[in-house]
């Protein structure tokens, strides 16, 4: 018999695909993800990227599948946009806690609309 250690099975490993879920996205569902977030951060809020990029590190929305980025960023706008009206009372605090989306927004030539 061969010593399998030094004579290693021709056996090749197969890369494993990640699967995705299919998330269920609305403004209500991220007003209350980014409202946690503003209490108990999950993820660097000062890493410059898309709402998106951000929270698919995030154990909460992990394995979304990149089809559903534009609805997610189109609904966490939204949903930042409601947080400065029900709470900021007059001052953007979604940029003042978010600043990595801010900047984000400005280098991809966009208007922070702050909603207020």
């Not at 605090?93 to 400005?106: S, T, V």
Request: charged share 30%; with cysteine; proline share 4%.
């Amino acid at each position: 018999m061969l010593d399998q250690s030094f004579f290693p099975s021709p056996v090749r490993e197969e890369k494993q695909i990640k699967k995705y879920k299919e998330y269920d996205i609305s403004v209500d569902i991220l007003e209350n993800f980014l409202k946690g977030e503003i209490v108990r951060p999950t993820w660097d809020h000062r890493n410059v990227g898309s709402l998106y990029s951000v929270c698919i590190d995030t154990e909460t929305w992990k394995d979304m599948h990149p089809n559903q980025s534009m609805a997610f960023c189109k609904c966490g706008r939204i949903a930042l946009q409601n947080i400065n009206r029900k709470y900021g009372k007059g001052m953007d605090i979604a940029a003042l806690h978010f600043p990595g989306l801010k900047e984000n927004c400005i280098r991809k030539g966009y208007i922070w609309d702050s909603g207020l």
